[in-house]
C-alpha cells in the first residue's frame, strides 16, 4: 500500500510513518500491533510521537481511517504494464529529424513579416 505524499493527518505525521522504523506497515496484524509498544521501548523509541501513532493504530477504528487514505498497488504488475506501454509507445514514435540550422534562408517576404511581428519593448 502507498500512502498520498500531499496526505496529512490531524495531530502530528501519519501513524505508519511514525512506527515505520519498527517495521509497522499495514501488513501488520492487529495482534503484533499490540505488542508494538515493547519493541518501541526497546529500542528507545518511545516518544511521544510513536507513542500516539501506536494509540492511534490500536484502535481499529482509527486504523480503518488511516489505511483508507492509502493506495493499495500491486506493483509488479503495475510495471509491466507500465513497461509494455513505454514499448508501445517508443515502437510507434518517428525518429524525429536532426535539428541544426535551416538548410536555406527564409525567403525575404518571410523575414520582413518576421520582424514586423517580433517587437520588443524597450
Known sequence: MIKDPSTSWDGGP?????????GVTPE??????????????????MTPV?????????????????????????LPTALKAAHAELDRALAGAETPEPTGPPKS??????????DDLITFDI
Open 14 to 22: 501519519f501513524p505508519y510513518d511514525a512506527l515505520a522504523e519498527v
Open 28 to 45: 501488520t496484524s492487529h495482534a503484533d500491533l499490540q505488542n508494538v509498544s515493547f519493541e518501541l521501548l526497546a529500542r528507545r523509541l
Open 50 to 74: 510513536t507513542q500516539q501513532a501506536w494509540d492511534e493504530l490500536r484502535v481499529v477504528r482509527r486504523r480503518m481511517v488511516a489505511e483508507l487514505l492509502l493506495y493499495d498497488v500491486d
Open 105 to 114: 534562408p527564409l525567403p525575404e517576404e518571410t523575414a520582413q513579416l518576421l
